[in-house]
């Protein structure tokens, strides 16, 4: 057993990354119900900061927690398709056993619902429906292909709406700031994009467990197209949120930072998009598209979580 394989097979750079998008949100949210209730709530106004951020650090970890419980769980069931794709992950290469990788899941998954029910009873049942949706999305939806994309996406760009949810409940729980909305569609189309291009390098082991991916039952050209057509709505998406907000549609949530973050994002995800286009039946193209999605969305994060704060106040 290596010790390092505890933290390895959690991917916790996505896990870190998946949880950024909870505290964007409850910025958003922040900026958003303080904004409109400035004139005749003062009182409530001087507390939003204390809870606002007691709510979202919780938030925060019950999001890395059940996140990394999924991937853990993901790679239990993956183990003998990852000997042929990525024999370098724990599992394979024998850095901890199955038994192990359980226990870790069930420590995460226990962790990170603990935590969802201090916030709130709707918040622990979320989290209780996450953690099941980790369980069957590797059991059975994951080689169910263009529905198994859907769910991985879903499930990283949920921690915008679930972030707002958890803080904004002050306002009926389902109050959800409307750009909230707009970052969801934004990180859900572009990890959607980038999940239908990487299963393009995964061909072959993917045979397997015969797993219905785009790249299998319609060809590299066909999956090309539909990741990039992904991306491309992202990039519109992503747009629409300085346009909007620069017409003051919901009140200004977007300050200087967003705009540093925005131009690179943009710009790694159109690399990614015209990329997999040219070069579609290329592994070493598709494993550098999938990565320029990535690194877009990395940049996304920042910009809608930049944005926000330097819109607000403290």
């Known amino acids: 057993m290596e010790p390092r394989a505890y933290l390895e097979i959690t991917r916790p750079h996505n896990c870190f990354m998946g949880g950024l ?23 409530r106004i001087w ?31 993956d183990i003998e398709v990852d000997r042929i794709n990525k024999p370098n992950r724990p599992l394979p290469r024998g850095a901890m056993t199955v038994r192990e990788a359980k226990f870790l899941t069930a420590t995460l998954w226990a962790g990170g619902c603990v935590l969802a029910f201090l ?23 994951k080689v169910l ?8 996406a879903f499930s990283f760009a949920f921690g915008y709406i679930y972030g ?37 390098e995964d061909v072959e082991g993917d045979r397997l467990r015969d797993a219905k991916t785009i790249a299998r039952l319609y060809g590299l050209r066909v999956a090309s197209a539909v990741g990039a057509a992904f991306n491309v709505a992202g990039i519109v998406s992503f747009t629409l949120c300085p346009i909007l907000d620069s017409y003051n549609v919901w009140g200004k949530l977007l300050g200087f930072w967003f705009y540093p973050f925005y131009l690179p994002g943009v710009a790694a995800v159109a690399a990614s998009t015209i990329l997999i286009l040219l070069r579609y039946s290329s592994k070493r193209e598709q494993s550098r598209a999938s990565l320029l999605d990535k690194i877009g969305a990395l940049f996304g994060l920042l910009a809608l979580l930049a944005g926000p704060y330097s819109a607000g106040w403290w």
């Open 21 to 43: 998008t909870v505290l964007s949100s409850v910025q958003v949210a922040k900026v958003f119900y303080g904004l409109r209730f400035l004139d005749w709530m003062w009182a």
């Open 47 to 77: 507390i939003f900061p204390s809870r606002f951020w007691e709510m979202a650090i919780l938030a925060y970890f019950v999001y890395v927690l059940i996140a990394a419980a999924g991937n853990v769980v993901n790679d239990i069931y």
């Open 119 to 141: 916030i709130s009873l709707p918040s622990g049942i979320l989290a209780v429906v996450f953690s099941a949706m980790g369980l069957l999305y590797a059991a059975k939806v």
């Open 145 to 152: 292909g263009l529905l198994g994309n859907f769910v991985v």
């Open 164 to 200: 707002s949810l958890v803080v904004s409940s002050d306002y009926g729980f389902f109050s959800i700031p409307p750009m909230v909305l707009l970052f969801f569609f934004t990180a859900f189309c572009v990890l959607q994009g980038r999940e239908v291009i990487k299963v393009m």
